[in-house]
């Protein structure tokens, strides 16, 4: 924890993540600019989906950042209540809206996907389910956020649903273990190894790679912009008390 702590500063957060974002920005541009074309001009049709398949580009690593990202909130939640470090609070709260917007895009890109596979647009299947109330819960910890006056309990309160709802995670991945879904089961993270093909499973990983440094770049921008709203309402209140 004092390798963590060497970050508390928030100054010192900001020059490191100044000096990440333009690295960050760039392998981002790289990576989605190969995966896209790889995605949509060298990888073949499904012989059941069609050209549907491509929907799976961006769905399935909209999902996998969805659970990576709430992830990401229990570990920061855990830091901020256990070690009370002063920029984990501030972590969560900017991480929460973009992992909201990835499971939005995992639900609408599912339904466009279910749709030719299933036959429909949505079914209160295991999986997706779970995915919903993966999304309830990126919003409720984003509503806590702002529910108190207080933004210190706020914080706290968001922190302990980020926690408590993290259950949900293990379900999500083991849902079309655990019960009988329609969802298709893991192709890629599997202990025998993928059973995608290569032309399938190589932009599928270049796009997963660039949602997570997109990921990492929006992250470090919404963090500087919350140490910068808090050094002006600092500041306010230092004059208005003046």
């Known amino acids: 924890m004092a390798d963590l702590h060497k970050f508390a500063n928030p100054n010192r957060f900001v020059r490191i993540a100044r000096a990440v974002l333009p690295w960050s920005n760039i392998v981002t541009a790289l990576l989605l600019i190969s995966g896209l074309y790889l995605a949509l001009f060298n990888s073949p049709a499904d012989y059941q989906h069609g050209q549907s398949v491509r929907i799976m580009y961006v769905h399935v690593p ?4 969805s659970m990576s990202i709430y992830s990401f909130l ?14 984990a609070h501030l972590a969560a709260r900017a991480a929460a809206p973009i992992g ?22 949505w079914v209160w299947d295991a999986r997706l389910t779970s995915v919903l109330v993966l999304f309830f819960l990126y919003l409720g910890h984003i509503a806590l956020t702002h529910a108190h006056d207080n933004p210190e309990r706020g914080a706290k309160a968001a922190a302990i649903l980020a926690i408590v709802g993290f259950v949900n995670v293990p379900i999500i991945k083991y849902s079309v273990d655990w019960w009988n879904t329609l ?16 032309s399938m499973l190589t932009p599928l990983l270049l796009m997963s790679l660039a949602f997570t440094t997109y990921f990492v770049s929006v992250l470090l921008i919404r963090i500087q912009s919350e140490i910068n709203a808090r050094k ?10 003046g």
């Open 74 to 87: 229990f570990v920061a939640s855990l830091v901020a209540l256990i070690w009370r470090h002063p920029l």
């Open 100 to 121: 909201a917007g990835f499971t939005l895009v995992t639900l609408v890109t599912g339904s466009l996907w279910g749709k030719p596979g299933w036959g429909t647009w």
């Open 62 to 65: 909209s999902a996998w950042m």
């Open 183 to 198: 969802h298709q089961g893991a192709s890629v993270i599997r202990a025998d190894g993928p059973s995608i093909d290569g």
């Open 232 to 241: 002006i309402q600092a500041l306010q209140l230092s004059q208005a008390a």
